[in-house]
């Protein structure tokens, strides 16, 4: 029973009328949410994250082009200008799908009428500078600002210009409270992050807060699985600290090399 009621749930998230709806909201308010940050794209699968790619760059042409008869029609320099500087920021946006690589992921895709190979390349991509997707997507400055994924990226990254999360993926405990946090860095004049929910997550997000809390009332004990995502989480925010610096005399050094080793490292990441 459960099995057939998360089919129709499934089922009724994958329709192209609902992912249409959807698609048309985000390229209406990714340009006018204010802080202007890199925005992720929360999607139920692969599929799903490729064809709302491909639906959000159609709407966004689309959005583009009304703004540009409002904008010829304004009254006022005031609201030309206005309309202007989001025609402007949205000709600069760049989009990107982020979603694992599988055994004949063309011919897959292929079957869903979807052209994974065009992506693909877009995420082995290295710029003349050395800098991969990940590298573009967490410079504030680069044109990748918003990005369509399904689980890569959702844990384990970090990312502080990170500002808006659309999410359209049944998430709950850890797995929604890593998500989250994705987007509420601290970050030049970011007040907080925005998490807009066509999913209907609310509820599952005050029960995972709520188990948060309780692991943190706790004075004995320890969550491990809590424990454990927040370790990954460090662990990698430390590996992205150090990326580039040989510190291996630490671990194989003599006494004075050990020591000399932590002297260069602090100097490398001051």
């Not at 709302?52 to 005031?78: C, F, Q, S």
């Not at 989001?86 to 979603?99: G, L, P, Q, S």
């Not at 992921?105 to 292929?110: D, I, M």
């Not at 430390?238 to 100097?267: C, N, P, W």
Request: proline share 2%; with cysteine; charged share 35%.
């Amino acid at each position: 029973l459960l099995e057939n009621s998360s089919s129709r749930i499934l089922e009724v998230i994958k329709r192209d009328d609902r992912l249409d709806k959807i698609a048309k909201d985000i390229a209406h308010h990714f340009p006018r949410r204010g802080f202007l940050g890199k925005g992720m794209v929360v999607s139920v699968d692969k599929y799903t994250a490729a064809k709302m790619y491909d639906k959000v760059k159609h709407y966004w042409g689309e959005e583009i082009k009304e703004l540009t008869k409002e904008r010829n029609a304004a009254p006022t320099k005031e609201k030309r200008d206005e309309l202007s500087h989001i025609i402007d920021y949205m000709k600069k946006v760049e989009m990107a799908v982020i979603i694992s690589e599988e055994a004949d992921e063309e011919e897959k895709f292929k079957k869903q009428e979807l052209d994974i190979t065009q992506h693909r390349k877009k995420m082995q991509e290295i710029t003349p500078e050395g800098e991969d997707i990940e590298d573009r997507f967490k410079n504030p400055h680069d044109n990748l600002q918003l990005v369509f994924v399904c689980a890569m990226w959702l844990t384990g990254f970090d990312i502080p210009s990170l500002a808006t999360m659309y999410v359209y993926k049944p998430m709950s405990g850890h797995n929604l409270m890593q998500a989250i946090a994705r987007v509420n860095r601290v970050f030049q004049d970011k007040e907080g992050g925005l998490v807009v929910d066509y999913i209907g997550i609310a509820e599952n997000l005050k029960e995972a807060l709520k188990q948060y809390t309780e692991s943190d009332k706790k004075t004995t004990g320890v969550d491990t699985e809590l424990a454990s995502q927040v370790l990954l989480e460090k662990h990698d925010l430390i590996k992205e600290l150090l990326h580039g610096h040989d510190y291996s005399k630490f671990f194989t050094g003599k006494s004075s090399e050990r020591m000399q080793a932590i002297v260069e490292t602090m100097d490398y990441i001051i």
